[in-house]
């Protein structure tokens, strides 16, 4: 099993910066990518941003150029940070962990922007 838990998430206005982060734990061999996905009010969860063990890295078109995720593997700890923040950006932020097909999810983080 994996465990993750979410920090970092609040109150900004528009234009503002958040970072997230993501403290992996258990059984954390082996984990293929991590990443942050988001569910915005009445919406369905999506995809957000991904790092393979790797390094490689992928971002939604909504928030390239603005969002940046990072780990630090000494920490087991993947980072999400935001900048440039908009109301859109509104959701309820969980952290994911993808190990031999499996998805481990974290409980989420409130993250609201205020126009």
């Known amino acids: 099993q994996v465990r993750l838990v979410e920090s970092g998430g609040g109150l900004v206005q528009a234009g503002g910066s958040l970072r997230l982060s993501c403290a992996a734990s258990g059984s954390i061999f082996n984990i293929n990518a991590m990443g942050w996905y988001r569910q915005g009010p009445g919406k369905q969860r999506e995809f957000v941003a991904r790092?393979?063990?790797?390094?490689?890295?992928n971002y939604a078109d909504s928030v390239k150029g603005r969002f940046t995720i990072s780990r630090d593997n000494a920490e087991n700890t993947v980072y999400l940070q935001m900048n440039s923040l908009k109301p859109a950006d509104t959701a309820v932020y969980y952290c994911?962990?993808?190990?031999?097909?499996?998805?481990?999810w974290g409980q989420g983080t409130q993250v609201t922007v205020s126009s």
């Open positions: 790092i393979t063990s790797g390094g490689s890295r």
């Open positions: 994911n962990a993808l190990k031999a097909w499996n998805d481990y």
